[in-house]
């Protein structure tokens, strides 16, 4: 094992050895429980110094790659990130009392186009012939390729978006690889590139998108394998790219053919912004991750994946050993959804709607003095004085929302909360007082408000 261990090992730093041990891990070569050398042995034979080996080890424990048993020595162990440290699983309200949850991200179930008559449609149908058979239904296939933003080379089909995510990053990244991600970013992305880990960069984003200028420095300055976004309705600012943005960071991404891009278009059909992508510029390594949860239904649990063959065919090949594919009744009744008239009328009207709470609630916000930014899709992101505090107050009027720090990449120079503003349905202006009042903004001519006080407070 120390000479397997030492022969991989090309980078001698300690950020070159953990990478070089948790390849050999996720390539089976270290197999789970099996007990790896010592620090000493190690150093000795790689002709570094212990300290450059421990600092190794703590990082490949750090991420749950290996596990120190004291006296008993470091051990391959299985990843696993306890839910309690997942960005995610912060997002959810959890105080008590809480009446009008807008935390959750989630679509309004009354704006999702019925199942009934696709369900009636789809009858019985026996979809299924044989374990082997393709994982897309031939006739989705043909309708999803049609709807791409780019012509691409494979399609498949799994199951739901963050799905798609983590088996693309399961495919792409490597311990200690550089990944270059959206800041603010979507936190269960951030979890995924921890779990595997990653050394996570965020880019910061404008008004249009991840900005080219920073992309370029972070292109430069730390040589990643990947570099993650979301093209339209970003989670949670709601930005999307122009067609402009998407050119110069193609442009900016041209002389680093080594790095994939992946592309998370969640908001799908409910997104007002058109449908862009960088695979319009460089599409031999751009993955496009079609979502539509959104916009047809969360418990459809379907997405479609979209790029480069080899990737596409190695995610596929995958999940012929463990799930094999996604329900191919749940697929016709996606295409059911994406070609009926009634159908695609329901999913058009939720867009109209979500627009019209997006602008009505942002302008009850800046009369108030508020600063928010909903430019697409179910969120608005809010500007607030402290996070926690206004949470703690608007949980005291029952309103959930999710705090904004598991978004942040790095420190954004001002904290914020996100309003899952597509489930809000009326009451604007009251509603916008309360979360003016929360985030410390200046009411109408009453000057700057006190910052509230917390639950308990006396």
Not at 100 to 118: H, I, K, N, W
Not at 283 to 305: E, I, Y
Not at 436 to 442: L, Q, R
Request: hydrophobic share 45%; proline share 7%; net charge negative.
């Amino acid at each position: 094992m120390l000479g397997l261990i030492a022969g991989a090992v090309d980078d001698r730093s300690a950020r070159g050895i953990a990478a070089a041990v948790s390849r050999l891990v996720t390539a089976g070569d270290l197999p789970v429980g099996a007990r790896l050398p010592t620090v000493r042995d190690v150093a000795r034979a790689l002709g570094v110094s212990p300290t450059t080996v421990s600092e190794a080890w703590r990082s490949l424990t750090r991420a749950g790659a290996i596990q120190t048993r004291g006296r008993s020595g470091s051990f391959v162990a299985v990843p696993v990130l306890p839910r309690q440290r997942l960005r995610y699983a912060q997002l959810g309200g959890r105080l008590p009392g809480v009446v009008r949850d807008f935390s959750t991200g989630v679509p309004d179930y009354d704006l999702l186009p019925s199942l009934a008559e696709s369900l009636k449609r789809v009858g019985d149908a026996r979809l299924t012939t044989s374990y082997l058979e393709g994982p897309v239904l031939p006739p989705l296939e043909t309708v999803l390729r049609q709807r791409w933003p780019y012509p691409v080379e494979q399609l498949t089909v799994v199951d739901g978006a963050l799905d798609a995510l983590d088996r693309i990053t399961g495919a792409l990244v490597r311990f200690g690889d550089h990944v270059l991600v959206e800041s603010p970013a979507f936190p269960p992305v951030l979890d995924l590139l921890e779990a595997v880990g990653a050394t996570v960069i965020g880019v910061r984003v404008d008004e249009h998108g991840m900005c080219p200028e920073a992309l370029g420095e972070a292109l430069r300055d730390y040589d990643p394998v990947a570099v993650y976004l979301q093209p339209r309705a970003q989670n949670p600012t709601g930005v999307s790219l122009t067609a402009r943005r998407v050119a110069e960071l193609a442009d900016a991404l041209a002389a680093y053919p080594e790095v994939t891009i992946v592309e998370d278009d969640h908001a799908g059909d409910i997104a007002t912004a058109p449908p862009v992508s960088l695979g319009t510029r460089l599409p031999d390594r751009t993955v496009h991750v079609a979502g539509f949860s959104k916009s047809h239904g969360p418990d459809l649990r379907l997405a479609a994946l979209g790029g480069p063959a080899a990737l596409v065919t190695a995610v596929a090949d995958r999940r012929l050993l463990g799930p094999g594919w996604s329900s191919r009744l749940l697929q016709a009744v996606l295409l059911d959804l994406l070609t009926s008239d009634e159908a695609v009328a329901q999913v058009a009207a939720a867009r109209d709607v979500y627009a019209r709470r997006r602008a009505t609630m942002l302008a009850a916000l800046a009369a108030r003095g508020a600063t928010a930014v909903a430019a697409d899709g179910i969120n608005l992101w809010l500007t607030v004085e402290d996070q926690q505090m206004a949470m703690l107050a608007l949980a005291a009027h029952g309103i959930a929302v999710a705090p904004g720090a598991p978004f942040e990449v790095t420190p954004l120079g001002a904290e914020h909360v996100r309003v899952t503003v597509g489930l809000i349905h009326d009451d604007f202006d009251s509603l916008a007082e309360i979360l003016a009042s929360a985030a410390g903004a200046t009411s109408r001519g009453s000057g700057h408000r006190s910052r509230p006080h917390p639950l308990g407070w006396r």
